[in-house]
Every structure is written in C-alpha cells, then in structure tokens.
C-alpha cells in the first residue's frame, strides 16, 4: 500500500529552501501567516488558507501551476 504525501509539509520544505522562516508549522493557517510575514504580502482575507499557500508556491514557481480544468468550480 501506496503512502500518502502530506502537502503541507511538502509546501513547508519547498518554503524552508527558499528562505522562508518556518521552524514548525501544525496546520495550513500557520504557513499562509508565516508566508504573508515573509514577504510582506496583504492578508489572506477570506481566502482559504490552503489555496492561498498553493497559490504563493505557483506565483514564485515554486512549484507547476494547476491545470485551468482543475481551477473551475465542481458541480
């Protein structure tokens, strides 16, 4: 049996290479803040905390961007 990957940690190493100041983070809100603080980014507002790290991660070609398919809302 295949394990599964936790991306929140995944993201946090990806973040650690980069210079981002992460020591320990326990969920997706710790790193959305640690993000925001590091490069001095405006609040998340009332963004899921998870999507906005994903969405730092792709703008700083941390990692691919998601297809456009996989953007639009499921029904």
Same mark, same amino acid.
């Given at each position: 049996?295949?394990?599964t990957t936790?991306?929140?940690?995944?993201? =946090?190493?990806?973040?650690?290479?980069?210079?981002?100041?992460?020591?320990?983070?326990?969920?997706?809100?710790?790193?959305?803040?640690?993000? =925001?603080?590091?490069?001095?980014?405006?609040?998340?507002?009332?963004?899921?905390?998870?999507r906005?790290?994903?969405?730092?991660?792709?703008?700083?070609g941390?990692?691919?961007?998601?297809?456009?398919e996989?953007?639009?809302?499921?029904?």
């Amino acid at each position: 049996m295949k394990r599964t990957t936790n991306h929140r940690k995944r993201l =946090t190493k990806i973040a650690k290479r980069h210079g981002v100041e992460v020591a320990h983070v326990s969920n997706w809100y710790q790193l959305a803040d640690r993000l =925001t603080d590091h490069f001095g980014l405006a609040g998340r507002a009332d963004r899921s905390a998870k999507r906005f790290c994903y969405e730092v991660a792709e703008c700083l070609g941390w990692i691919p961007r998601r297809a456009p398919e996989q953007n639009e809302a499921r029904s």
